[in-house]
């Protein structure tokens, strides 16, 4: 049986500590990586297709020393040398947030419309790529002692209401990991999903802002949901909920409850 830790530890300082954010260079990863960098952190900024985002966004963030770096997550092997690339450039990794994501409107009772092509796209995107990165990541997150993996999930996992049922099974697949590696990562990292109900960002291909607003209209609070929104949820569970680890933490304005 490992040692048995003392609680109390209160707030988890963030300077001197690296965070990686994958989908870091717009939405929610982007509104992460700047409340993050705004409570000391240096921040590695995976992307994609954004490149340019992501160095324009290294340059503005607060602080010094932020790396953007290719982290896309179809590529398992590029996934790994990025994570070799961090350690190397930043000499550590204590906190990791997947917000890189994909999705494609569907009509749910469209059957035929949800092609293999774009299911496999969404999972594999959406499930393959946030264990790769925390199987590339885990390492560096157990050297820390107090690592911290923050999965940004959604509202659909819960309700199966979403851009399409690929991303709401994707979502699931995602939480129910979740608390597979937080059995299997601690004591040394925690694991906590954040699930935003409709952000207003242009994540959904095609969703008007309309369909936002009618969506925020028909929860309990009737506030439209922004990335910071996210963001300032991101940050509280890196720096506060330091004995939470496997569970999801939703930010949806109370929709679940409609």
């Known amino acids: 049986m490992s040692e048995v830790r003392n609680g109390n530890l209160g707030p988890y300082a963030l300077a001197g500590k690296v965070a990686v954010i994958t989908g870091g260079s717009s939405g929610i990863g982007a509104a992460s990586a700047q409340r993050l960098a705004e409570q000391g952190a240096t921040v590695a900024i995976g ?22 770096i290719h982290i896309p997550m179809t590529d398992s092997t590029a996934i790994r040398a990025a994570a070799a690339e961090v350690e190397a450039k930043l000499g550590r990794c ?7 994501g994909t999705t494609r409107g ?30 590339a ?7 820390s002692g107090d690592g911290v993996i923050v999965n940004i999930s959604s509202l659909a996992a819960l309700n ?14 995602l939480d129910t990991m979740a608390m597979s590696l937080a059995r299997v990562l601690g004591p040394e990292v ?5 699930s935003p109900a409709g952000v207003d960002t242009d994540f959904v291909p095609g969703r008007s802002r309309d369909a936002v607003l009618r969506q925020a209209g028909s929860a309990p609070l009737k506030t439209v ?11 509280s569970a890196v720096t506060h ?18």
Do not use: W
Request: with cysteine; proline share 5%; hydrophobic share 40%.
């Open 137 to 143: 990541f885990a390492p560096l997150l157990r050297k």
């Open 190 to 194: 925690r694991v906590i999903g954040i």
């Open 47 to 68: 992307y994609n297709a954004g490149r340019d985002r992501a160095e324009r966004l290294a340059s503005e963030l607060p602080g010094s020393g932020h790396l953007p």
């Open 94 to 100: 204590d906190v990791l947030v997947n917000s890189a």
């Open 225 to 235: 949901t922004q990335p910071d929104d996210v963001a300032l949820a991101v940050v």
């Open 106 to 135: 569907v009509p749910h009772a469209d059957l035929e419309a949800m092609d293999d092509e774009t299911f496999d796209r969404i999972l594999i995107t959406n499930v393959r790529g946030p264990f790769s990165t925390i199987r």
């Open 241 to 258: 909920l330091r004995l939470t680890t496997g569970s999801i933490l939703l930010v949806d304005g109370g929709k679940r409850l409609t």
């Open 160 to 173: 199966g209401l979403g851009s399409s049922i690929a991303y709401c099974a994707s979502k699931a697949a």
